[in-house]
Nanobody
């Protein structure tokens, strides 16, 4: 089992920055990568970013590319999401998710491929 706990959400103004963190515990040696997804009210869960723990390769959704950065803390079991230049449309509950199997290319973007999920943290961006 893998447990994930997100932190760092809150209320920010448009254009500001916010950093989310996801701490993994349990059988972390089995994790192949961690991703961030988000879900706004009335919408489906959408991919934000992911990082492959073995290769360090990062994946981003087009709508956050250049603004958000995903990183892992020095090989530790914590992954951060630095959100710069946030927009009101970034408002959502952000979820951290862990994947155990090897993924390739666009499969990182599909939430169905992730095995464990955190409880989520609310991010609200005011205009």
């Amino acid at each position: 089992q893998v447990q994930l706990v997100e932190s760092g959400g809150g209320l920010v103004q448009a254009g500001e920055s916010l950093r989310l963190s996801c701490a993994a515990s349990g059988r972390t040696f089995s994790i192949n990568g961690l991703g961030w997804f988000r879900q706004a009210p009335g919408k489906g869960r959408e991919f934000v970013a992911a990082i492959n723990w073995s290769t360090g390769i990062e994946y981003y959704a087009e709508y956050v590319k250049g603004r958000f950065t995903i990183s892992r803390d020095n090989g530790e079991s914590t992954v951060n999401l630095l959100m710069n230049s946030v927009k009101p449309e970034d408002t959502a509950v952000y979820y951290c998710a862990a994947v155990l199997s090897r993924l390739y290319g666009g499969n990182w973007f599909r939430h169905q491929n992730y095995d464990y999920w955190g409880q989520g943290t609310q991010v609200t961006v005011s205009s």
